[in-house]
């Protein structure tokens, strides 16, 4: 497909389809001629060596290749103008009446096709065409009279390439291949080639070919390519078994510590009492919930070397698989289109054959702004594609690499290394100029709305309002760099929006790429990346293949999943930005069970698991047959009417048997939507694009799959893509991926595969999660809430649903958590306690307790290598969030079930400040704010009414205190990173904070001296024995 092509806009439901050329068409590397097929009218395009493609030497009648294929193989085998016979041309299949001919120029692999593969795509194209019927536009009959379209002698290979073409035939038709003639799909491989060479095939496929060890010098790279591309790496049993050791010990500590609670009733406070013990019965089930999915925890190892043996031999083609690669952004105000460009560009200059990636990036916004930049994008990567590429530089994304504090000459030796990079380092000021232009043009919105270029309104100036829209800026033809090497695809993609309908914000728009990206290249693997997370290691889609593309454990993973990492965090991380203790001791237990939640971005999904699909199934083993005449433990012995084809059928089945019973009973359009070309490509397990494709008909079927009515009464969102119904689509969709029994694998690479930006400010902290928090309480009220789906054929594990439970219960534990720091300051102003005075054995329990917690967390520092600031950050932000956003969500939550009333969320902000880390010490002003504000004055109140009781009472008062205090210096204490929050870099807070503040936390204050609820009333004196009349 043409990189020159333009802005192609439309809406399938309306018949429209327009193409805009808004901006200067990049100057191809070569001078074509522009000739077009008079037959289809594509390009005719040129051969290997570069000539314009002639398919008739007599009269040069203008023919394209895939036509001149297909004339010899199903036409008269004349040409049409002059009616001479067509001559083989060197790299076409023979026909039957080709003359014998000495030559060897491509005979050998004339035949060499990958039999069943293009077998199961054929069949199912076949019959898919035959079904369903594609050409909706109004001139279909019409296009009656064109020839078929062959795009070559087979299905094309898992290249993710887009097919050379022009701008005509929108509409024409799709034909599929027939099934019995010589050069098909359905070629009988039988008569061509003996068994040796079916059996060499085989072991190609299995990367065992090879001569025999005693005649080939490079056996031992043989060997090594036959080895997995990865390994488990168990955590050492000297510093895992104590952990669980004491897990257990811990266990049993809780358990008889929660039973002394509970038999030892403080009688003079029963209300804190009873607060305090049901809080603490929640928090052990939260920590069981969270521990015990740690379990058992490993590392990975990969072995990228064994990779290119086995898939990146030198001198055959390239077999490592395709990948589509997806950005999505919403808002360039809030994402600033340089932060997106810095994504794309390190995605476009990754190590990874260039014809292998394609970069959709998906604008929600409808931004003209975004498109802009992004067209600016895909010509400075002209630039900075092949500098990262011939000085191996890391990162790949150039506002990260010009700003390392770095010796950048380390390791490099190319003379002219310092004189390219500030030639580079200048080219890329000037660009981020050219983009800082557009962002200031775009702060001001013309009345009549943007103009493009040639004078076109642009399509999306009604963000809520506009016809789908795509533009190829990097394609197969156009995309070269400065050095005339080809660069990966570029796609833009806004999906149709109109009023009326449900568009499931970030979810709706993933799915939305899935589709686009199914039609266009359909590359078995897909990347999703926020806008804001760049690849920092250009080898990330590499480590990914060493689980997906091993023979031995790849069929069964469904995505592999990165940790995210973050730049712009102060050294402190005083809110806990990292979450180093989710991604590097949670996740780590997780990969030892089925494997890690799906969390968002830095994600390689396989294809076919979002499709719906399950698991290849493994062969059974051979049950035991026992004679039928005595109780023994085997099975009866098998009846005669019992054939052995059936239980062969029933026990060798796997995913292929599988997916032909899917194509014989499946409604497939309910399914996956009235797209045939679409539904084609989900059948074809190892990607690429149907045979029979035009560029044109590409480009109309991607804009009628992302019109806003396509997915309606399909199954999109419920069982395939990314799960709607929760605003943390990714739990969901990871969620639906395991009961279904796939695995998913943690991939940490010393370097770290991708990064972004985290809000370091604590008000964007807080509303990033109260976000996530939100999201989890739907799931809980969902029916794909852990707690009851999913327990239909057993796939999912029980350690796994653990997490999962964890992952929507966790928002609950604000409402104990907020008690319970609230506790300490009632007992201070009241002088009551939680518990009754204990005994010196009773206090071995609070010691046990106390000293298990320490030791857990020891160790778990210890296996993890997390530290313990890290740890102790982690910490504080969960009570700071527990008792401000996670109680929010709850109430949110419970409001949208109960009531409906919903809530917008806005993006969060990825812009940076200028001074450094200036955002961490700005004060915003949010609601979220008021409760941890409270309970810190609250207990600061308490701790001050306490000494002074203390001081006024004497020294025996002084021994009951200081668990009190105890407890009130544990929240205080907790609470601090957000006490230097509110107090700013001036130290000082607004006025608000403090009114609101102090005011809830007086009238708390006296309304409980009034009331004392927790206290057990006395009696006054009996008026009737003291005589006195009252």
Known sequence: MEASAGLVAGSHNRNELVVIHNHEEPKPLKNLDGQFCEICGDQIGLTVEGDLFVACNECGFP???????????????????CKTRYKRLRGSPRVEGDEDEEDIDDIEHEFNIDDEHNKQNHSAEAMLYGKMSYGRGPDDDENRRFPPVIAGGHSRHVSGEFPAGGEHGLHKRVHPYPSSEAGSERWDDKKEGGWRERMDDWKLQQGNLGPEPDDDPDMGLIDEARQPLSRKVPIASSKINPYRMVIVARLVILAVFLRYRLLNPVHDALGLWLTSVICEIWFAVSWILDQFPKWFPIDRETYLDRLSLRYEREGEPNMLAPVDVFVSTVDPMKEPPLVTSNTVLSILAMDYPVDKISCYVSDDGASMLT???????????????????KFSIEPRAPEMYF?????????????????????????????????????AKASKVPLEGWIMPDGTPWPGNNTKDHPGMIQVFLGSNGGFDVEGHELPRLVYVSREKRPGFQHHKKAGAMNALVRVAGVLTNAPFMLNLDCDHYVNNSKAVREAMCFLMDPQIGKKVCYVQFPQRFDGIDRHDRYANRNTVFFDINMKGLDGIQGPVYVGTGCVFKRQALYGYEPPKGPKRPKMISCGCCPCFGRRRKSKHESNGDIAVFVLAGAEGDKEHLMSEMNFEQKFGQSSIFVTSTLMEDGGVPPSSSPAVLLKEAIHVISCGYEDKTEWGTELGWIYGSITEDILTGFKMHCRGWRSIYCMPKRAAFK???????????????????????????????????????????????????TTI???????????????????????????????????????????IIATGILELRWSGVSIEEWWRNEQFWVIGGISAHLFAVVQGLLKILAG????????????????????????????????????IINIVGVVAGISDAINNGYQSWGPLFGKLFFSFWV???????????????????????????????????????????????????????????
Not at 63 to 77: F, I, K, L, S
Not at 906 to 917: L, N, Q, R, Y
């Open 972 to 1030: 205080i204490v907790h609470l601090y990173p957000f006490l230097k929050g509110l107090m700013g870099r001036q130290n000082r807070t607004p006025t608000i904070v403090v009114i609101w503040s102090i005011l809830l936390a007086s009238i708390f204050s006296l309304l409980w001296v009034r009331i004392d609820p927790f206290v057990m009333k006395t009696k006054g004196p009996d008026t009737s024995m003291c005589g006195i009349n009252c």
């Open 403 to 439: 700003t390392l504090k770095i010796d950048y000459l380390k390791d490099k030796v190319q003379p002219t290394f310092v004189k390219e990079r500030r030639a580079m380092k200048r080219e890329y000021e000037e660009f981020k100029v050219r983009i800082n232009a557009l962002v």
């Open 901 to 936: 009333i919903d809530t917008n969320f806005t993006v969060t902000s990825k812009a940076t400040d200028d001074d450094d880390f200036g955002e961490l010490y700005a004060f915003k002003w949010t609601t979220l704010l008021i409760p941890p504000t409270t309970v810190l």
């Open 371 to 389: 498109f802009d930049s992004l067209a600016e994008t895909a010509e400075f990567a002209r630039k900075w594609v092949p500098f990262c590429k």
């Open 810 to 852: 966790y928002p609950f534990t604000s409402i104990p958590l907020l008690a319970y720091c609230i506790l300490p300051a009632i007992c201070l102003l009241t002088d009551k306690f939680i518990m009754p005075p204990i005994s010196t054995f009773a206090s071995l329990f609070f010691i046990a307790l106390f000293g298990s």
């Open 63 to 81: 023919a394209c290749r895939p036509c001149y294929e297909y004339e010899r193989r199903e036409g008269t085998q004349n040409c049409p103008q």
């Open 756 to 806: 972004g930006s985290a809000p370091i400010n604590l008000s964007d902290r807080l509303n990033q999660v109260l976000r996530w928090a939100l999201g989890s309480v739907e799931i809980f009220f969902s029916r794909h809430s852990p707690l009851w789906y999913g327990y239909k054929g057993g796939k999912l594990k029980w350690l796994e649903r653990f997490a999962y439970a964890n």
